[in-house]
C-alpha cells in the first residue's frame, strides 16, 4: 500500500484527535444516539439518557442516505438544530451525517464530527470537502471496500489538510443474510498494523440485531477498537430509520457497564 503516503503507519505514533474534553485514539469513546433526530423531545431525551449511561459523544442523523426514495429523509436543519440544543443542554459533542458537498461547509456549525456514511465512501468531492473542513470526520467503511480502498479514502481526506480522521468498521456484505452485515473486527487490528489513524465499530450496522450488539461491542473493544458507535431509541420498534438495530436506553446503560468491566480488565493486562 504504497501510495497511501499520509494514511500510512511509518512509526509507533497514533493519531490523536481533541473533541471537547474527550482526546480520540487516547480515551475510549462511546458514542451513541438515535439512527435519525426525529423531533426534540425524542433527540433530548435519549441525549440525557445515553450521558447517564456513559456516552461521550451524542449521534443522530438530520441527513438520511435512504434505500427507498420514499423513506424518512431526515429533518435536514431543524434535525441540526435539535442536536445543537442537546449539545447545550448536555454538553456531549455531536456527530452527524453529511451527504452533499454543498452541506459541509455550513455543517460545521452544527456538529463537532462530519459523518461520512458507507454509501458516501467513494463519493471523492465530498472527501475533499471534508478535508478542507476544519472538522473531524469519522469515515464509514463502505459496504464493499477493502482496506486498501478505506485507507485511500482516508488518504483524500488527509490530502486536503484535514489530518482529523477516525475510522469507523460498520460490515460488510457477504452473502450471509441473517446478519444485515458481516462486522469484519479483524479489520480492527489490521488498520492498527497499517496506519495510525483510530478506528472504532458500530456493531449496530454490523449486525443488525439487537440481540448482537452487546456482544459484538464487547468483542470490539478485545479487538482494540478506540470507541463504538451505538444506536439507541426511547422506543425502538417506532423508530422512523434502523428499528431493528436500536438499544433502549436500559440496554444501552447494561452495555456500557459491561464495556467500561471489560476495559478495565484489558487495562489490568498491560
Ligand atoms: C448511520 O450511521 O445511521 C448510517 C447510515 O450508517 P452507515 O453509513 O454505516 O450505513
Ligand atoms: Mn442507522
Known sequence: MNEIKLVSRTGGTNTHIQI????VGLDFILIAGPCSVENEIQTLEIARAVQAAGADMLRGGAFKPRTSPYAFQGL???GLKILAMAREETGLPIV??????????????????????????QNFPLLKEAGKARKPVLLKRGMHSTLS?????AEYILSEGNPNVILCE????????YTRNTLDLSAVPAIKELS???????????????????PM???????????????????????????DQALT???FLAVSRKIRSLRLFMESLN
Open 20 to 23: 471537547g474534553r474527550l482526546t
Open 76 to 78: 435536514g436543519l431543524k
Open 249 to 251: 436506553p436500559q440496554q
Open 170 to 177: 460498520r460490515g460488510i456484505r457477504t452473502f450471509e443474510t
Open 149 to 153: 480502498e478505506w485507507l485511500n479514502c
Open 96 to 121: 452527524s451525517e453529511v451527504l452533499d458537498t454543498r452541506d459541509v461547509a455550513w455543517m460545521c456549525d452544527y456538529v463537532d464530527v462530519l459523518q461520512i456514511g458507507a454509501r458516501n465512501i
Open 196 to 214: 495510525h489513524l483510530p478506528v472504532i465499530v458500530d456493531p449496530a450496522h454490523g449486525t443488525g440485531r439487537v440481540s448482537l450488539i452487546a
Open 217 to 243: 461491542s464487547l468483542a470490539a473493544v478485545a479487538s482494540g477498537a478506540d470507541g463504538l458507535i451505538i444506536e439507541v431509541h426511547g422506543d425502538p420498534k417506532m423508530a422512523l430509520s434502523d428499528s
